[in-house]
């Protein structure tokens, strides 16, 4: 015994306590009047029924509230029923099956003792009046009571799981706390609600509570009804539309008809048997179309699997054409169709020889070439002559604008309306394995959330591991090992370092005079000719003429805009022609202003005479090289710099190292170095509206600075680049031969160079190269003392003119 039995215990409702095995039960919940049975697990339950079942005594069953495995007293309900045990069952595994006979209502005042069992006390929980002084039915009851039994009998008539038997005995009940009890313990709730139901002492309220509870149990299976019938018409027309087709089919066969779904899935089949595909991709459509014949003609998937299956089996997957290794032809082709471009037209012609030379073509692997230089020089069309002349099929997509990764690799067949991504669309446009496949415009890809393209490019242009493409979609590796990939880029600073590793980078520099002269000869005015109806020789446009409209209106390096100049002269000749006015049949430098009016170009941007503070350098753009001039002006102040022209953050801190230069050696420029101190300072370099920046400025900003505080003039017929550092060095940059375009379009002859750059020079075409007179320097100093008025003595440049 734990406590003894407290006195106001005791008199509580005036009845006496009950002193009973306790039984603590899981899940479930015991009610008076009514049978339940129970299967026992715990020892100490089995220790219990033991002792009450040799005795032929009751038991008091409570239910616990939490999931303690060793329930205390504060783990179980207080409210449980008094039950005694009407069969007992041992099993072989040690349990036992009990049928309960519940009896009344009862509340644990007192817990007596826990081990080997729990005893408890307990008492009768009073419960109130049910019948009135004559022993009827008080009226609201009986109202009460037959609302809950039209309630029971709807939800009989709905859910399986409640007998008929249920609902008779419910019938033959008079009581309203027996009939709660009985329809509490049937329908399916849980714990909680069971549980509050035997709390409920007051008949009536446990009346109106079981009222509600069967309401919204009828709501739920009424909802539960409606679904399943829905359902259940949809089974029966699938079942039913099966069952149609399945005639028709058998009809169609008796007659002799063919079915059209069989049909095509015969068709498919054949085929796949025709094809020579890989075993892997053999194997998978096999498998899709084993999925498509065993499917309706009508399901969903029939739609998305054939798809599936009509670009596996119109990729060309072993299908190839043979290469012309004929490297005379090849050089003919290449010369047939551009001028010049000797670098990219060897490559090709190594690659051929090659080839030629060994046994096994697999070994050889294809090269990946980047043809990168300003718009208009020749790098799309040069990748068809190149097709041309090995005698494959050209293939070309545009990359500018691309954000998306499964551009490339394609989305997964999960989504719907899913495709294959852009290279496999184009192998298959191609019909063979080995075009030459053109990706135009590389370094314009973009980056954002749905991926990065330039990430999913890197197993396409590697030749270790573009054998086996994954698309998203084919979900199979297809073979883009034979295939000979072209980029272009107009500068390679946007394109990836990791996929610029990949590639071989052939620098398209752009074109001189002379040679956008050979090039309108050859390829433009015969081309014009032929596109306007011209006869050879009705026009006749002399060097000179040329040379007019490529200095005074056209300001680039390719010749794109040469070609449209060339055929508006064309379309004014032709014009001529058919309003019976008179043509001169020659164009010279004078009649190109009639044809194309007032010249867009000057020629030259030069100053027409030496300033101070006012440097010229060169630039290398996307559209190629051009001429940057850089200014400067200084006025009375407190030493604040200004700069203006859109400068970009590193031109903005060559800035600020040319000033430090320029401070530090102020003496030796004979610069008074207080001047800084009351002096504001405004760089500019015009053409504010185009963004600038990059460090190769360097030198053109320290000159235009010493020029403006030391008051000497610079040399504007001296053209210059390099970046400099803090002590004076100079440093090597990029773009020298699109720079040194730029100064030759300008009429520039000396242009500045770092020395390290001397290795550069190679690069730049030869006729160029006898043009210009590189002068290499290797500190500021020296090319300070070449570009300032009265330099100083004792200058250690050198000198090349190639």
Known sequence: MLDSIPDELKKTGGGSLIESPLLIIKDAVVFPKIMTPLLVVQPIDLETIDAVYGNNSDLIIVTQQTGADIPTPDDVYKIGVRASIVRMLKLPDGTAN?????????????????????????????????????????????????????????????????????????NNIDSPGWLSDLIASILDLNVAVRQEILEITEPLLRLQRITTVLARELDVLELED??????????????????????????????????????????????????????ETRQKAAKELSRLAAMPPLAPE??????????????????????????NHAEQVLNQGHYGLQRVKERILEYMAVRAHID???????????????????????????????????????????????????????????????????????????????????????????????????EVLDPEQNNSFSDHYLD??????????????????????????????????????????????????????????????????????????????????????????????????????????????????????RFLGPPKNID??????????????????????????????????????????????VMQESVQAALSYTKSHARQYDIDPAVFENTDIHLHVPEGAIPKDGPSAGVTMAAA??????????????????????????????????????????????????RQNKKDLAEIPKPLRRRLNFILVETLDEALNLVLSDPAPNSDAEQTTA
């Open 705 to 754: 600075l010493v020029s403006a505080f030391s008051e000497r003039k610079i040399n504007r017929k001296m053209a210059m680049t390099g970046e400099i550092s803090l002590r004076g060095n100079m440093l090597p940059v990029g773009g020298l031969q699109a720079k040194a375009m730029a100064a030759y379009r300008l009429k520039i002859k000396d242009v500045i160079i770092p």
């Open 302 to 327: 029939v739609g998305i699997i054939r798809t599936y299956l009509d670009w596996l089996l119109d990729l060309p997957w072993t299908e190839a054409t043979a290469d012309n290794l004929d490297i």
């Open 604 to 649: 030259s941007f030069l100053e027409k005479e030496d300033e101070i503070g006012v440097a010229t350098g060169l630039a290398w753009t996307s559209g190629g090289g051009d001429v940057l001039f850089v200014e400067v002006s200084l006025f009375e102040g407190k030493g604040a710099l200004t700069l203006t022209g859109q400068l970009g953050d």
């Open 98 to 170: 009990l049928l309960l006979q519940g009896h009344e209502r009862v509340k644990i005042v007192n817990w007596l003792q826990t081990d080997p069992y729990h005893i408890v006390q307990a008492k009768q929980v009073e419960a109130g009046l049910e019948t009135d002084g004559a022993g009827e039915l008080a009226l609201s009851i009986e109202a009460q009571m037959r609302a809950v039994m039209a309630l029971f009998e709807k939800c009989a008539q709905l859910h399986p799981h409640i007998p008929e038997d249920a609902l008779i005995a419910a």
């Open 360 to 458: 096994d073509p697999r070994k050889l692997r294809s090269p990946v070439l980047c043809f990168v230089g300003p718009p208009g020089t020749g790098k799309t069309s040069l990748g068809k002559s190149i097709a041309e002349a090995l005698g494959r099929k050209f293939v070309r997509i545009s990359l500018g604008g691309i954000r998306d990764e499964a551009e490339i690799r394609g989305h997964r067949r999960t989504y719907i309306g899913a495709m294959p991504g852009r290279i496999i669309q184009t192998m298959k446009r191609a019909g063979v394995i080995n075009p030459l496949f053109m990706l135009d415009e590389i370094d314009k890809l973009g980056i954002d959330y749905r991926g990065d393209p330039t990430a999913a490019l890197l």
């Open 476 to 593: 199979l590796p297809y073979d883009l090992s034979q295939t000979l990939f072209v980029t272009t880029a107009n500068m390679v600073d946007t394109i990836p370092l990791p996929l610029l590793d990949r590639m071989e980078v052939i620098d398209f520099a752009g074109y001189i005079d002379q040679e956008k002269i050979a090039i309108a000869k050859q390829f433009l005015i015969p081309r014009h000719f032929e596109e306007h109806g011209l006869a050879a020789g009705s026009l006749v446009f002399t060097d000179a003429a040329l040379q007019r409209i490529v200095r005074s209106y056209t300001y680039e390096s390719g010749v794109r805009n040469l070609d449209r100049e060339l055929g508006r002269i064309c379309r004014k000749a032709v014009r001529k022609l058919e309003q019976g006015r008179r043509l001169a049949r020659t164009v010279t430098p004078q009649s190109v202003e």
């Open 226 to 279: 409606r679904i399943q019938n829905q359902v259940q018409q949809e089974v029966d027309k699938s079942q039913r539309d099966f069952f149609l087709r399945e005639q028709i089919r058998v009809m169609q066969t008796e007659l002799g008809e063919t079915d059209g779904f069989q049909l095509e899935i015969n068709e498919l089949r054949a085929q796949i048997s025709a094809l020579n595909l890989p075993q």
